[in-house]
């Protein structure tokens, strides 16, 4: 588990497994966070939570690579986060091919917005969030890809890393500033 995270879980199945490992490809060479179990548990969020600080206004990314997953091969930015079961989640989803902004309100998840692109396997990509207010806009590699508002959660709080189900993800370079 890396330094100044704790590990949670929405939903079903077994608790997240992360780790530190190597990568020689991560932008910030040598390590990677990863988040290694293969649970194949449908409606199963791991979960990554950052310990210190909590956020209302916030720009907030980090690099990801979806490595495999048969059930899911996603990776997501978790922000406004109260605890494991009400938090805001933009995700990117290789085996879907889309990019989707949720927010998730007594473990029930309710998407709001998304877009439709490809998100390849094995390769390096961006997510981007910046949220102020009620406005949230969200980005993939630098482009603009969601712009939409929501009043569920008006309120700092802790941010973090996400995936589903049997998801074998990669993160690097978590990044967060208050707006």
Aim: charged share 25%.
């Amino acid at each position: 588990m890396p330094t100044g995270f704790h590990g949670a879980r929405t939903g079903q199945g077994t608790e997240g497994k992360w780790a530190v490992t190597a990568d020689p490809t991560a932008p910030s060479k040598p390590n990677a966070v990863a988040q290694t179990s293969r649970d194949n548990t449908d409606y199963r969020f791991p979960l990554l939570i950052a310990d210190q600080a909590s956020y209302k206004d916030l720009e907030i990314s980090a690099k990801f690579k979806a490595m495999e997953g048969e059930v899911d091969r996603a990776a997501g930015l978790v922000f406004r986060l109260k605890d494991a079961n009400n938090y805001y989640i933009v995700r990117a989803n290789a085996l879907e091919d889309n990019y989707r902004l949720y927010h998730v309100v007594n473990g029930r998840r309710v998407q709001f917005a998304g877009a439709n692109f490809k998100v390849p396997s094995g390769e390096w990509h961006e997510l981007k969030v910046e949220c102020v207010g009620n406005r949230i806009i969200c980005y993939y590699d630098g482009q603009k890809k969601i712009d939409a508002t929501d009043d569920t959660f008006k309120d700092a709080g802790k941010i973090g890393l996400w995936t589903k189900a049997d998801s074998l993800t990669y993160f690097d370079d978590l990044r967060v500033t208050a707006k």
